[in-house]
């Protein structure tokens, strides 16, 4: 299996530097709300590296972290009136029940930076202690990246050229603690405690001026350092994240780890390419900012947006759009038959098929089978496109009764890759099958919408709903779907 690298441009074999397991991290959600589709691109992505070392015999040991406190997370809970635990909790299990929906494999670990504060105060006071971070003017331990040479060596500029780049892009956003640091590209390691914090506060690094603890909260970079150590290692095969992760996220990841620790961080960097929607850039302001959450209601199937995700290769860009999740649909659909009829070639039995009674192929015999190139492509950088393609490729050849069987177990074999399900076929009521009355419902409904009386269309959604019916929109027209 090989996979494109960040740091060094190229594609490079994928392998476990132990000789057991294929070590892995990827960057976590920050759970302060509702995780959008963007962030389920990057975690869906991931899910498919994770499932496909596996079936390439990697063994993989994936930790995902949960940023559970930061500005965000704090603000949050300060405007619901609730303890950061009680209102990270809350949302943390809201992206495990979307994580769950999509198909996504739990990681083997996944650790929260409040339950990590030890580890990541230890890797300041390593900082400090080797000259590689200092106390700012406000109290805060901020890293010396002019310390690191190796500083920028993942996203490959150099931190002269931030001044500029921070005045362009972020504007004003450092401001508030640019007179604290010596440098611009210099970041907070320990933040020193606010009146805003309220309550969330740890005992920190000790000052070494003073040798007294300084009290305040982690820096959001220094947890992946911290907790990627803890469990992996300190190093490790390979990292992940979204392409807006890089820089400075990942490139302060490992600022802050190989100079505590002194030996390599991550071998290999793995960034996923953000989405748009819609033709642009999500945005609440342009109203195609989606969840999950939202495509759900809008009747769409999570099986169908996961498809979706995945469609496109991790390094280019996917333009996600209501229409596409409706085309998403219906080749759920076709593979839902397509499934269906190769069962029936085989012999095979669906349930046998969906449980254990049918193993999957392994990689070896997925190869001798007409299948063989969409792990190819799996296997080629992770190339989803390619395999999709191969795989409705392999679907439309007819399959001889004796092959049929290991034909099966290789389909398996990528669907469990891709972390796609096929959505069954009889969810579709046919035409024929939808009451009169819903019938004119829906009509009414679309015509009210045409005319863009919304709050007459949405009473009629709520009574289509009401009778068990779910009404999808499309650019020129709807469908109706049984719940
Ligand atoms: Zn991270």
Redesign the pocket.
């Known amino acids: 299996m090989r996979l494109y690298d960040t740091l060094t441009r190229s594609v490079l074999p994928l392998f476990a530097s132990d000789g057991k397991r294929l070590r892995f991290?990827?960057?976590?959600p920050t759970v302060y709300g509702p995780a959008h589709i963007g962030n389920f691109r990057t975690f869906s992505l991931v899910d498919v590296l994770r499932r496909t070392s596996e079936v390439a015999g990697l063994n993989p040991f994936y930790v995902r972290?949960i940023?559970d406190v930061d500005d965000k997370t704090i603000k949050g809970s300060a405007k619901d009136g609730v303890p950061l635990t009680a209102f990270t909790e809350k949302w943390t299990k809201k992206f495990h029940e979307d994580c769950a929906r999509l198909n996504l494999i739990a990681p083997d670990v996944e650790p929260r930076a409040t339950t990590h504060i030890a580890e990541q105060v230890a890797i300041v006071e390593k900082l400090l202690a080797k000259g590689y971070a200092y106390v700012g003017g406000d109290g805060s331990v901020y890293y010396k990246v002019a310390a690191f040479k190796d500083y920028g060596k993942l996203s490959h500029f150099h931190p002269e050229e931030l001044v500029t780049q921070e005045t362009n892009s972020a504007g004003k956003a450092n401001a508030a603690d640019e007179y604290d640091r010596d440098h611009v590209a210099d970041f907070a390691l320990w933040k020193a405690a606010k009146d805003e914090d309220g309550q969330v506060r740890w005992e920190g690094p000790k000052d070494p001026a003073s040798g007294t603890p300084i009290i305040g909260r982690p820096g959001?970079?220094l947890?992946?350092?911290a907790m990627?150590a803890k469990y992996l290692g300190e190093s490790f095969d390979l990292?992940a994240?979204g392409e807006d992760?890089c820089f400075p996220?990942?490139e302060n990841?490992i600022a802050q780890s190989e100079a505590a620790n002194g030996v390599p961080f991550a071998r290999h960097w793995m960034h996923c390419v953000h989405l748009l929607a819609e033709g642009k850039k999500m945005s609440k302001s342009l109203g195609n900012f989606y969840t999950l959450a939202d495509l759900l209601e809008k009747g769409f199937d999570a099986r169908a947006v996961k498809y979706l995700l995945v469609s496109v290769h991790y390094r280019a860009q996917l333009n996600f759009t209501l229409d596409s999740v409706k085309g998403a649909e219906s080749a759920m659909r076709r593979l839902d038959k397509a499934v269906n009829a190769l069962c029936a070639k085989a012999g095979v039995d669906r349930a046998a098929f969906e449980g254990d009674a049918l193993p999957r192929a392994s990689a070896e015999e997925v190869a001798k089978t007409s299948f063989a190139p969409a792990l190819d492509s799996l296997f080629d950088d992770l190339n989803t496109a390619a395999a999709l393609g191969a795989m409705w490729e392999a679907l439309k050849n007819e399959k001889s009764a004796a092959d049929a069987k290991a034909e099966l177990a290789a389909l398996k074999t990528i669907l469990y890759a891709l972390g796609i399900q096929p959505i069954p076929a009889k969810d579709e009521a046919p035409a024929s099958d939808i009451p009169e009355e819903v019938k004119a419902l829906a009509e009414a409904r679309w015509e009210a919408k045409k005319a863009k009386d919304w709050a007459k269309a949405d009473t009629l959604r709520k009574e289509l709903t009401a009778k068990g019916w779910t009404i999808l929109d499309r650019k020129d027209g709807f469908d109706l779907k049984k719940n």
């Open positions: 991290y990827a960057c976590g972290n940023t959001w970079h947890e992946c350092s990627s990292h994240g992760l996220h990942h990841e």
